[in-house]
């Protein structure tokens, strides 16, 4: 089912082109970005439940101007009650601010060049298998709740509960001299989490499903209720490993991790011009197993981060980081590929129309390889298989990384022996830990259910999976 366009954008189409062509005739590099997200959160829990909208929903412009020596922007939350010329008065005002308050700091923005463009017009409107106006909040409610209800019914010593669904419409529109652009789009996530309790010991797991979907994505949750609850029990029986290099092999939500904190700051371009990464340092240079190939990109895979052009106006593309082991290049928004003189890869996001736009990732994931997981869990003496996480660190300046891992499976002689150890945290350098890398399965899987920050804690949603990988690693 297609997703419809934004009728507040449209309205406002015409008066953003009009500004556009008004401010043009003092500046030489013009553009508005007009966004409306707009979405809702359903949850239920043991003890409750609520319906809220999404914290990702906004509304607004960002008003962006080249006048010759730098670059200047503001924000809108409405555009209308004002004419046209009235806006350009108040640009002109804020801009001459702007302008005495860099002088009077000695602060110097001519090196972001002039923006140049192409002439492009685009119009993309997903599709989805069921939009989220087909159920009213009190069938979503009921579906959520059953879930709920089957976990308890699954084990008695499941002691609470947590099913949440959110759905998110994404509608923007940019207009500059050369391009006319607009997206509508959905995603949705949803989680699964359970609490087990036995004797004194608690333990709890979660699943997380996402996409670029609409209400379908409650029947993927209702199928995995009774693997949540199972997982739940087993981590109550979980050891703690013994610190440790071993051998283990990564499961593609784990891998995705490890190529999100490995390379996904770090290669920010941003960070090159700030000279905060390591990365730029070894662009050219080898450093992971040849088995290893990544990307970034909104274009080359399906997932929460997938869109047509960024908030920069600058089309979607795939972005191969690593090929066959060796750094290619970083990811760019559009002021940093001006300052490093290279082409802006469609990275510019922001949190929100409020907030400046970063070189920020949007789908990050390691290539398949030709390797069969079984093939890889007989390969291994003594290691073990690595699933599900809590949260990941990294180090772009040093290349350090952390990641905490939800719990992992013992092998012993290329079988599993029963064991799982749990919590695993997972540490090391970066070049190290992806050049021993030495399988890499057939398997690919995306998850988008987190959130990325940079900067002042910014927020935006990005998405990261892989293939299976077999790897040495640093284990505590």
């Not at 939350?77 to 804020?94: A, C, H, L, P, T």
Request: aromatic content about 8%; charged content about 30%.
């Amino acid at each position: 089912m297609k997703v419809e366009d934004s009728r507040y954008l449209n309205d406002k189409r015409d008066l953003m082109k009009k500004l556009v062509r008004s401010l043009e005739r003092d500046f030489p590099y013009v553009s508005v970005l007009g966004t409306d997200v707009r979405g809702k959160q359903y949850q239920v829990m043991t003890t409750g439940i609520s319906v809220n909208d999404s914290r990702w929903s906004e509304r607004g412009f960002v008003l962006r101007i080249h006048d010759g020596r730098g670059c200047f922007e503001l924000s809108f939350n409405e555009m209308g009650n004002q004419s046209v010329e009235e806006i350009v008065k108040y640009v002109g005002r804020k801009l001459s601010a702007f302008r005495k308050s860099m002088n009077e700091k000695s602060l110097d923005a001519s090196a972001v060049s002039m923006f140049e463009e192409e002439e492009s017009k685009l119009c993309f409107n997903d599709e989805v298998g069921i939009l989220p106006g087909s159920l009213s909040a009190g069938e979503i409610i009921d579906r959520l709740s059953s879930f709920k209800d089957r976990a308890h019914e699954l084990s008695d010593e499941v002691v609470k509960v947590m099913a949440l669904m959110e759905n998110v419409q994404v509608s923007k529109l940019f207009i500059s001299s050369r391009k006319e652009l607009s997206q509508s789009y959905i995603w949705s996530q949803g989680y699964l989490y359970v609490v087990a309790r036995r004797n004194k010991r608690t333990k709890y797991s979660m699943k997380g499903f996402s996409g670029l979907k609409g209400l379908e994505i409650l029947d993927e949750m209702e199928a995995f209720v009774g693997k949540v609850v199972e997982n739940a029990r087993l981590l109550l029986s979980a050891e703690r490993i013994d610190p440790g290099e071993y051998d283990v092999i990564c499961s593609p939500d784990v891998a995705g991790l490890i190529a999100h904190e490995a390379f996904g700051h770090g290669v920010e371009m941003d960070m090159f011009v700030k000279g905060r990464a390591k990365a730029v340092e070894y662009l050219g240079k080898r450093v992971a197993s040849e088995l290893v190939t990544m990307h970034d990109g909104a274009a080359g895979v399906r997932e929460v981060s997938s869109y047509a052009f960024d908030d920069e106006g600058s089309l979607a593309k795939d972005t191969v980081i690593i090929e066959n082991g060796i750094l290619k290049r970083g990811i760019s928004d559009l002021i940093s590929a001006s300052v490093l003189g290279t082409e802006p890869t469609g990275n510019g996001k922001r949190e929100s129309f409020e907030r400046k736009a970063y070189a920020r990732m949007t789908n990050t994931y390691f290539s398949p390889g030709k390797d069969d997981l079984k093939e890889m869990i007989e390969s291994i003496d003594y290691g073990f298989l690595l699933e599900d996480y809590y949260s990941g660190m990294e180090d772009p300046k040093n290349w350090g990384i952390q990641c905490v891992i939800a719990y992992g499976r013992e092998i012993k002689k290329s079988q599993f022996t029963g064991r799982i150890v749990s919590p695993v945290m997972m540490t090391g350098y970066v070049p190290s830990l992806l050049k021993s890398i030495s399988m890499v399965s057939g398997d690919f899987k995306l998850s988008g259910t987190g959130a990325c920050g940079k900067g002042h804690k910014e927020f935006a949603k990005v998405s990261a999976g892989g293939p299976y990988i077999k790897a040495r690693a640093r284990l505590g």
